[in-house]
């Protein structure tokens, strides 16, 4: 089972909203994780505070990044927005929006990060595989959590812990979180886990507003 994507570099680094507080956001995130790189925990402890003052600011993100999207690779109208991704694919920031009642497939991230909840209330199931993963197509899952989210709370992912879950909006809007995320998590290879089977496939969720494929990539980042 493919566990990882080596992406090409870009040709700089993309923005698709012009914001100054996601631009200072960024910035920090750039120079705590550059500073912390040996010990993931401590970048997710330090970056915190400032995502919450990110997740605090409700005018920075367009109206037209919080709207679902019925053409979704992950199915069920999930829109996933890219907001920014660096040159080296080392870094993206992303808003996730699904509609009152979907769930998204149970997946995992394979990368640090923290996801904050913008807009909406979710229920976000978190599991733990269990198995020895050497069977292909083969997984065993176990629930270690249920949470019920809303504006302003913040998950973590360290893999593997907390990376592998499934979110439902159970407010009658659309729920809105925020990820910020160590790759370019739209575009690597990741998996998705059926638990009703003990199952586990290779996917890509792609991007609402931004392609994958190298060869597709527009000449210029600034793209909003």
């Not at 019925?70 to 660096?86: D, F, N, T, V």
Request: net charge negative.
């Amino acid at each position: 089972m493919t566990n990882h994507t080596i992406l090409e570099p870009l040709p700089e680094d993309q923005w698709f909203i012009e914001s100054q507080e996601l631009r200072s956001f960024v910035a920090t995130v750039r120079e705590i994780s550059a500073s912390t790189v040996d010990d993931r925990t401590q970048t997710l402890a330090k970056l915190e505070p400032h995502f919450q003052e990110l997740l605090a600011q409700q005018e920075w993100l367009p109206e037209k990044f919080a709207q679902i999207n019925p053409e979704s690779q992950m199915g069920g109208g999930i829109g996933q927005w890219l907001l920014y991704r660096a040159k080296d694919r080392s870094l993206s920031v992303f808003s996730l929006v699904i509609p009152p009642g979907s769930t998204t497939p149970v997946h995992d991230h394979l990368a640090w990060g923290l996801i904050g909840l913008y807009k909406g209330d979710q229920e976000e199931t978190v599991y733990r595989r269990i198995d020895s993963s050497d069977v292909e197509g083969h997984a065993q899952l176990q629930v270690t959590e249920v949470r019920l989210l809303q504006p302003g709370d913040i998950y973590r992912l360290l893999p593997p812990d907390g990376d592998i879950h499934a979110v439902k909006t159970t407010s009658q809007s659309a729920s809105v979180s925020i990820h910020t995320l160590g790759n370019d998590t739209g575009c690597v290879l990741r998996h998705q886990f059926i638990p009703a089977s003990h199952s586990v496939k290779s996917f890509r969720s792609g991007y609402s507003n931004a392609p994958c494929k190298q060869e597709e990539e527009k000449a210029h980042g600034q793209l909003y």
